[in-house]
């Protein structure tokens, strides 16, 4: 049994954005026109145009209209991917019908798009976004998009993320491995196949340096705890710190590992991060670098 008919429009903040208007009501009319063909027909995204307008409201008094055409590609899910402004109209037509190699069909009809997904078909993952987009390796990121309920393994570059969790099916988190300072994209693989490259899914590895751990996570207030710093890209650290407090003394053991004796406490049962500094930056804090004066 096929699926319901699912509407393929802009949404409304897109459309403001657009139209550089931000009141009112979108008005559009939305025609479907093939299966992209960069992405190769049966498994193409819907790609289409469509006619937005508004005109001035909410108690101002013009008679402006705004409007604009735009070139459109929708997934599988009916989720917007990419708009850009046409400089002139496009030819449609507004009784346009096509079915894909899967069965997956497009329509116009009464100036709306509409796509139906065939039973069975399951779409490639799509990555529309990462949070934070760039960092170290070990770098925990999340990863929006649509598809990933199913999702089987994660990328970075040619390299798998070092764990990845599937919060629903449009969010991913995600660790990333160890690269170097480059940018790769990001893309996520499931039944259907693996996401196509775009310019939302690029990560930027950096040598800031990331505390990963420390051991123990806490010490006494006189100071002299000698603590175990993990993490990445510590080589030539010339910082190392105690919730602001320059550690007593510290050693630079490898890239990976820093032993430094903590500083005397503020007071007992006071928390703080413990930081890290290199040339290329400070680490982030985390509750990774959390260290406790006692006693």
Known sequence: MASSPVSLVVPPAT????????????????????????RGYTKGYPEGDAYLWTSCSCGKACSTTYKAWVSTIWDFTGALVTQTVLSAPPTVDPALSLTDGHGNQIYNQTNRAYLVVAPGFVPAPRVAGLSPASGPQGTTITIT????SAATAVHLGTKPAISFTINSDT??????????TNTVPVTVTGAGGTSAKNPSDKWTYTLQPRVGSISPHQGTTDGGTKVTITGNNFTSATYVAFDGIPATSFKVTNPTTI???SPPGPDSGVTGDVIVG???????????????WVG
Do not use: E, K, R
Not at 145 to 148: E, P
Not at 174 to 180: E, K, L, M, N
Not at 278 to 292: E, I, M
């Open 15 to 38: 459309a403001f954005t657009v139209l550089g208007h931000d009141c009112g009501g979108i008005n559009q009319n939305d025609f479907i026109t093939q299966f992209d063909p960069a």
């Open 145 to 148: 998009g649509t598809g990933f």
């Open 171 to 180: 969010s991913i988190t995600a660790v990333t491995p160890s690269g170097s």
């Open 259 to 261: 032993t430094a004796v």
């Open 278 to 292: 290199t040339a290329n930056g400070y680490s982030a804090t985390s509750t990774a670098d959390l260290f406790t």
